[in-house]
């Protein structure tokens, strides 16, 4: 199933500077391992904002909070998430 997921991280940069340094370490290794897990599929940055935007794939909603709250920017992330599903003038050109 996919997901749009909307992360906002602005809260981490209130951090001092060598734990965020730490925080945002971690959280890039992390999101590297899911983009070659495949769990990430599409990723941007929010241009003018410290917020993300990505299509995230579990095999459902449970799957996908567990993911994302095992994330190290957890404490300090505000993520929305929408579930997706295919439009059907997308699946009628498959």
Same mark, same amino acid.
């Given at each position: 199933?996919?997901? $749009?997921?909307?992360?906002? @991280?602005? =809260?981490? #940069?209130?951090?001092?500077?060598?734990? &965020?340094?730490? *925080?945002?370490?971690?959280?890039?290794?992390?999101?590297?391992? $899911?983009?070659?897990?495949? @769990?990430? =599929?599409? #990723?941007?940055?929010?241009?003018?904002? &410290?917020?993300? *935007?990505?299509?995230?794939?579990?095999?459902?909603?449970?799957? $996908?909070?567990?993911?994302?709250?095992?994330?190290?920017?957890?404490?300090?992330?505000?993520?929305?998430?929408?579930?997706?599903?295919?439009?059907?003038?997308?699946?009628?050109?498959?």
């Amino acid at each position: 199933m996919e997901f $749009l997921v909307q992360v906002d @991280v602005a =809260r981490v #940069f209130e951090l001092p500077a060598a734990e &965020r340094e730490d *925080v945002i370490t971690r959280e890039k290794a992390r999101g590297r391992e $899911l983009l070659a897990d495949g @769990v990430i =599929r599409h #990723f941007w940055t929010v241009v003018g904002k &410290r917020a993300n *935007v990505g299509v995230w794939v579990a095999d459902d909603a449970e799957q $996908l909070h567990a993911i994302l709250s095992a994330l190290p920017i957890w404490p300090w992330a505000d993520i929305e998430v929408t579930p997706l599903i295919t439009h059907e003038l997308a699946a009628e050109a498959a």
